[in-house]
Every structure is written in C-alpha cells, then in structure tokens.
C-alpha cells in the first residue's frame, strides 16, 4: 500500500499546504538505482579528532569510492564523515560538537552523516573507552534532528584489529541502500575470512537460501541477492507453491515448497543444498508468523505454532546445516528479528520473545561461528510497508509511519539492503551485529 500522506507532502500544493499548517513533512528517500546499484554519489566532507588511529585508514577506503572529497570546507551540500577515534576526554569532545556544529548546514536532503569510533573494550584506556561509549547517545540525538530532512546518522565502531573491515560497513552507510538505517550502531571487527569480491555484484555465483520467500520482506531479499548475483534457494510452505514459483522463475532461482516445522524439515533443505554443490553461502532466516493475542488470552496453539515457525525451525535449520562444512570459511547466518523483540508490543508476548531469542541466537553464536568463518547478523525490522502492515487499523498504520525520525515507513528493499550488505563477502568482519531498520522509529529508540 502506498503511503498517500508521504506523497501529498513532497508534490508542489502539499509542500505549500503541509507548510502553511505546520503539519510533518517527510522527504521522499532516495534509494539505490536497480539497473546500477552500489554507486557512491555526491561529496564528503570529513573531520577527525586529534590522536586518531583511524586516519589513514579512513583515507584509503573514501579514495576507493567516487566520492568527491572535499578538503576544509563543501561547496554546496553532501554528507559528513567524522573519525572520534581520537576522542579520551570531556574537553576533547569540543571537537565533535565543533564540526558538526559547523558543518551541519552543509548536509544534503538524504545526505549521510557518519561518526566512527573505537569499541569501548578497544580503546587505549578506560578514560578513552568511557567517551567512545558517549557516541551512542550523540549519535541517536543527532538522527532525531536530522531526519527530517530524509538524512541518516550511523556510527561504526572499529573493534581490535577491526581497521581492515572498514570499508564494507562505511561503502553501505554512504549508499542509497541504507536509506532506511538511521541511528544504528554497528561494530567492525577482524575478519572471519577471505575477502575477494566486486563491489558491484559482490554475489556472483553464490548460493543463497530464503525462506518464506513467497511474498512481501522475503521476496525483496531475494531479489535484492539476485540482483547481486546471488542464485537463489527460495523457500515457502507447500500452500504458497504457486506463488513461490512465480516469484523464483522471475528471477532464476529454485523453488522448495517446504513447511520448516514440519519433521525432518530441516534436513530435507540440508540435502537440497548439497545437492546443489559443496558450499551455500548464505542462509536467511525470514519465514515468520503472527498470532497476537493479549497473553491472558493466548491459547497453547498460538503460543507453540507461532514459536515452531519463528524460532524452533531456525534453530533446526542451523543444527543441520551446521553439521556438515556448507557454510565454514565465508559462509553468513541472518536471523530477521524485530523491534517487537527489543521493545515490545501488546498483544505480541510470544512474537517478541522469539525474536527476542533471533538476537539471543546472534549473541550467542557468533564466536563459535567465527571461529569456522561464518558470520552471523541479525536485521530488526520496524514498520515496513507490506501487506501485513496494510491490513492495521488506519489510525495505527499512520502512527506506525510517522512515529519514526524520518517520518515514514520503510519497503521491504529496505530490509533487503541491509541483508544483501551483511551477506556480501566484503562483510567478513561484520559478526554478531544486529541493527533495526526502522527509520529510529520510537519504538524502542
């Protein structure tokens, strides 16, 4: 469903009309071409505090890029890169506030601004750790100002030996795909393998599973990793065979109408996979269901239904796939959580639980996983403009949309984005994050 109110405030009489009554007006998102994806557009200026470890290597990744770099001062406007790095005092923190207090105005409508910064564990001292954790809260802050300019704020944290992964998480934050990924947080670290890929179509000849691939979030991932040049596996229940197929002959890929709870499920898909070669490099976690009901209400059922297709059937599908070598040396796990899983929601205690436990699974596999080359993320969705979502009371469904700092809901490419970065083999040394794309909606902010 489109999203009427969005498009009334970016045509000529609703930027007069939403003006004149002070009414919220969202800035359309511009998000990534599909015939040519993955191009850098527009300048950066950058800033970097005094002591930096982080210099040259942010310098060699922008040279890497089209950017246009700017040296003290843009002409016009573009986006905003600074390295806090350097940052171990209070007094040294007058140097954030300076550039950006400074530079602010030049950001550009759908601009990027970007703070980078050490991991607290990986500071040089305690004093150091202690103002590298203040970035968090700068960085939310600053999205909740800017965001209605359609302009994101993100921050990469550089953990030990995480210098060499920098270019893949600062590439996607510059990129139309990161469009609807405001006020996150995520963390660089060494990497768990080898990394040799285009920039451009880094999935080319790799093999990828999706399930609940059929419709809405999961049918835009997998067209999102086609389009990168990924082969898909698209997996549905056998009463979305139809469906299914269509969705995968559209884009080349193999269709397994498989119900994931059903017994043996897992290894049926296990099996498929290697019969399709020696190695999968990806398995996407998407199937999902809701049953809400206040908990007080809540029957067995839809407690245990709900916790089978959610949770239980992701962990089967990891155990089995697990067991053989498929996935070791560059293979990548994604779990789709939710925000309902960091924030909650009524009505929706066994949703929020089991995607609560996608980030517990994260969390707790992401060292034994690394330890065999495989990385694990996860994605928390917030309010995505999909069917679902267009079946909520219309009062909801607006709150659902305005209610975030840019002033909208996101596409289900959105999510795909972020999916298609933490699969892409430039992503070795992104492990054990899990990020909402939700625009900073205030649920949970």
């Not at 207090?101 to 759908?110: F, T």
């Not at 060494?190 to 691939?213: F, H, N, Y």
Request: charged share 20%.
């Amino acid at each position: 469903m489109s999203d009427k109110y969005l498009e009334l405030a970016n045509s000529g009489l609703g930027k007069k009309l939403f003006s004149a009554m002070g009414l919220p007006e969202p800035v359309a998102l511009v998000r990534e071409n599909p015939d040519a994806p993955h191009k850098l557009m527009g300048q950066v200026l950058r800033g970097v505090s005094h002591g930096s470890a982080l210099h040259d290597v942010i310098g060699e990744c922008l040279k890497e890029t089209e950017l246009q770099l700017c040296g003290s001062a843009m002409v016009g406007k573009g986006h905003l890169i600074y390295d806090a790095s350097g940052i171990s005092s209070a007094e040294e923190s007058s140097q954030l506030h300076e550039f950006f207090q400074q530079n602010l105005k030049a950001l550009a409508s759908n601009g990027r601004v970007i703070v980078i910064g050490l991991k607290p564990n990986a500071a040089r001292h305690s004093a150091q750790g202690t103002l590298q954790r203040g970035l968090h809260g700068f960085i939310k802050s600053l999205a909740k100002e800017i965001g209605r300019n359609g302009a994101t704020a993100n921050l990469i944290l550089v953990d030990k030996g995480g210098e060499v992964s920098l270019r893949a998480p600062l590439r996607f934050l510059l990129s139309a795909g990161s469009a609807f990924l405001n006020a996150q947080v995520l963390t660089a670290s060494r990497p768990v393998s080898p990394v040799e890929a285009d920039w451009e179509r880094p999935l080319v000849g790799k093999m990828i599973v999706v399930t609940g691939a059929a419709r809405g979030i999961g049918r835009a991932i997998a067209e999102v990793l086609t389009r990168d040049g990924a082969v898909i596996i698209g997996v549905d229940v056998p009463q979305s065979e139809a469906e299914l197929n269509t969705a995968m002959n559209k884009i080349g890929g193999l269709a397994l109408p498989l119900d994931i709870t059903s017994e043996g499920a897992a290894e049926v898909l296990r099996d498929f996979c290697l019969g399709q070669g020696p190695k999968l490099h990806a398995i996407i976690h998407n199937a999902g269901i809701t049953r809400d009901k206040m908990l007080s209400r809540m029957s067995d059922r839809q407690w245990n239904m709900l916790m089978q297709v959610n949770l239980g059937s992701v962990q089967r599908i990891n155990g089995a796939l697990l067991a053989t070598d498929l996935l070791d040396d560059g293979g990548k796990i994604i779990g789709v959580a939710s925000i309902s899983g960091i924030a909650g929601n009524v009505g929706q205690t066994n949703y929020a639980f089991s995607k609560s436990a996608i980030i517990g699974m994260v969390e707790t596999l992401a060292d034994s996983c690394a330890e065999r080359g495989i990385t694990i993320n996860a994605v928390a969705p917030g309010f995505i403009e999909t069917q679902m979502t267009a079946a909520i009371p219309f009062v909801t469904r607006q709150m659902g949309r305005r209610l975030s700092s840019l002033g909208q809901g996101g596409l289900p490419i959105d999510v795909a984005e972020v999916i298609g970065f933490f699969v892409s083999p430039q992503a070795s040394g992104m492990n054990g994050n899990i990020v909402r794309v939700c625009g900073q909606s205030l649920l949970g902010a």
